[in-house]
């Protein structure tokens, strides 16, 4: 049997970039880092084209990527 098969796979997560105007990928679709008031959202679109606002948290629960899928 090869050890490396056997081996779980470990992901680390990658912090998110806290750059305002920063761009990441989502299910396809591209989010920009805005600052309002002091907190930080991600802004979009879904796939219905309507406006979405993504805490950090949901965002990197929801997956990103610095390249589109």
């Given at each position: 049997?090869?050890?490396?098969?056997?081996?779980?796979?470990?992901?680390k997560s990658r912090p998110l970039p806290t750059v305002p105007c920063s761009v990441?990928?989502?299910k396809g679709?591209?989010?920009v880092l805005e600052r309002f008031a002091?907190?930080?959202r991600w802004v979009?679109?879904?796939a219905y084209?309507?406006?979405r606002a993504l805490t950090p948290t949901a965002l990197d629960s929801q997956g990103w990527s610095h390249r589109r899928a």
């Amino acid at each position: 049997m090869n050890d490396i098969a056997a081996r779980p796979v470990i992901r680390k997560s990658r912090p998110l970039p806290t750059v305002p105007c920063s761009v990441v990928w989502s299910k396809g679709h591209p989010f920009v880092l805005e600052r309002f008031a002091g907190t930080a959202r991600w802004v979009g679109l879904d796939a219905y084209g309507r406006p979405r606002a993504l805490t950090p948290t949901a965002l990197d629960s929801q997956g990103w990527s610095h390249r589109r899928a």
